[in-house]
């Protein structure tokens, strides 16, 4: 089993940065992509994010390119989504998610899952509120 647990959200205005932490549990961590979800108020939950289990791959939805960066400390069990430029429709309550690593393929656990259904772990979720 895998426990996830987010932390690092709030209310700040347009234009700010906020860094969001996930500290996993589990000794598969390291050898895991992890990715960041956001759900928005009345809408579907969607990829923001994601790395593969080394950090050398990432994955970044259009919509956050150039203002968001995720990274991981595996010594740490950690993945982390640094948040810049933040604007009002970034709102939404942020998940951090993993994969059951015995049901990938050795492609996959190599490669940066973008799928909702990839993933098999999810946080609690974080509140990030953007202000005009």
């Known amino acids: 089993q895998v426990q996830l647990v987010e932390s690092g959200g709030g209310l700040v205005r347009a234009g700010a940065s906020l860094r969001l932490s996930c500290a996993a549990s589990?000794?598969?961590?390291?050898?895991?992509?992890m990715g960041w979800f956001r759900q928005p108020p009345g809408k579907e939950r969607e990829s923001v994010a994601a790395?593969?289990?080394?950090?050398?791959?990432?994955y970044y939805a259009d919509s956050v390119k150039g203002r968001f960066t995720i990274s991981r400390d595996n010594a740490k069990n950690t993945v982390y989504l640094q948040m810049n430029s933040l604007k009002p429709e970034d709102t939404a309550v942020y998940y951090c998610a993993a994969p059951d690593i015995g049901a990938l393929t050795p492609v996959q656990a190599m490669g940066v899952p973008t799928d909702i259904y990839d993933y098999d772990y999810w946080g609690q979720g974080t509140q990030v509120t953007v202000s005009s």
């Open positions: 589990g000794r598969t961590f390291g050898r895991s992509p």
């Open positions: 790395i593969s289990w080394s950090g050398g791959n990432t």
